[in-house]
C-alpha cells in the first residue's frame, strides 16, 4: 500500500525538532530508523499531517564514556552499538541483544533509542536496558529530564516520552566484567521472539554474586524477574541451582496469548530459556 500524503522535515538541532513538533502537535510523527514507523504508514493504521525526521541530528549519535555508565544517543543504528567496543566491555548485554535483532539491513538502518521508544513488548532492547537497570534522557522545551528503565515503558507501545518531547540517549550503568547472553526463542528466523530471556551475572568463585534478568513478549512491558535474581544470589552456577532459580521465571508475568503460543506456553518457555540464558552467561 501507498501511505496517505503528508509533508517532510528534516531539522538539523534537537531545538529546531522540538520546535516542529511544538507546532504541529498531534498532527506530527517523529521517525528515527523507520523501520516501525514506514509500515505503520504504508498500512495507513497512522496518517499524519508532518513527518518529522530525526536522522541528520548528528548530536543524537553515538556512544561515549560518562564515568560510572555508557550513553548511546538515541539515532545510534543497531548495527554501530552491537559493534562498539564500550557497549561490548561494559553492557555486554546489549551486544548480545543486538546480535539477535532482526537482520542485517533492519540493523544498518534501525535505531537503538527508534526502537526503545517504540515500546513493542516484544520487541529485543527492552529487556536487556531493563535488566542494566538503564535510564532514558528525555528533552522538551521545558528541558531535559531523566526517566529510569522501571518507568520508562508505561503500557503496550506507551512510555513516558511527553507528546512534546523527543528521546536523545540512552543511559546505561557499566557492567564490567559480567557475562551476558540473550536467549531467544523463533518459530522462524528474525522473527519477534516468542518468548525471549536477558541474563547478565557476576561470578565469584564458581557462585552468582549478582544477576539481572530481563523478560521479552511475558506481558505489556519488557519485565525484570527479581524473583530469578534473588534466587541465584550467591548460589553455585551449576545446572541444578540455576535450574531452581530460573523456576520463578514466570512469577508476576501478564504473558500474551496468540497464534504463537498461549500464556502457559510462553510460561513455560519462561522458565526453560532463563535457564539456559544464565547457565550461558555464567559460562557453565
Known amino acids: 500500500m501507498i501511505p496517505a500524503q503528508f509533508d517532510y522535515v528534516a531539522p538539523t538541532s534537537v531545538e529546531d525538532a522540538l520546535a516542529a513538533l511544538a507546532e504541529h502537535?498531534?498532527?506530527?510523527?517523529?521517525?528515527?530508523?523507520?523501520?516501525?514507523?514506514?509500515?505503520?504508514?504504508?498500512m495507513r493504521l497512522n496518517a499524519p499531517e508532518i513527518v518529522i525526521d530525526l536522522g541528520r541530528i548528528d548530536s543524537l549519535r553515538g556512544v561515549r564514556d560518562d564515568g560510572d555508565a555508557i550513553v548511546i544517543g538515541a539515532m545510534t543504528p543497531h548495527s554501530v552499538v552491537g559493534a562498539d567496543p564500550l557497549v561490548n566491555e561494559h553492557a555486554l548485554l546489549i551486544a548480545r541483544a543486538v546480535e539477535h535483532l532482526a537482520d542485517a539491513q533492519v540493523r544498518h538502518r534501525g535505531t537503538f533509542g527508534g526502537a526503545l521508544a517504540h515500546a513493542d513488548p516484544a520487541g529485543d532492547l527492552g529487556a536487556p536496558v531493563r535488566a542494566l537497570g538503564a535510564s532514558f534522557v528525555i528533552q522538551g522545551a521545558g528541558g531535559t529530564r531523566t526517566v529510569s528503565a522501571d518507568d520508562f515503558f508505561v503500557d503496550l507501545f506507551e512510555t513516558a516520552i511527553g507528546d512534546d518531547e523527543i528521546l536523545t540517549a540512552v543511559r546505561v550503568p557499566k557492567h564490567t566484567g559480567w557475562g551476558a547472553h540473550y536467549e531467544k526463542f523463533v518459530r522462524v528466523a528474525h522473527q519477534w521472539p516468542i518468548v525471549a530471556v536477558a541474563a547478565t551475572v557476576r561470578v565469584e568463585g564458581g557462585a552468582i554474586a549478582e544477576a539481572r534478568i530481563g523478560l521479552t513478549n511475558m506481558g505489556s512491558t519488557p519485565l525484570r524477574a527479581t524473583a530469578v535474581e534473588?534466587?541465584?544470589?550467591?548460589?553455585?552456577?551449576?545446572?541444578?541451582?540455576?535450574?531452581?532459580?530460573?523456576?520463578?521465571?514466570?512469577?508476576?508475568?501478564?504473558?500474551?496469548?496468540?497464534?504463537n503460543g498461549d500464556a502457559d506456553y510462553r510460561r513455560h518457555l519462561a522458565t526453560v530459556i532463563t535457564r539456559r540464558a544464565v547457565l550461558a552467561a555464567a559460562g557453565g
Do not use: M
Open 230 to 259: 534473588a534466587a541465584l544470589a550467591g548460589q553455585p552456577a551449576t545446572e541444578d541451582a540455576v535450574r531452581a532459580a530460573a523456576a520463578h521465571a514466570a512469577e508476576r508475568t501478564s504473558p500474551p496469548s496468540d497464534l
Open 25 to 42: 502537535g498531534d498532527d506530527a510523527k517523529i521517525i528515527a530508523g523507520g523501520q516501525s514507523l514506514l509500515p505503520v504508514l504504508r
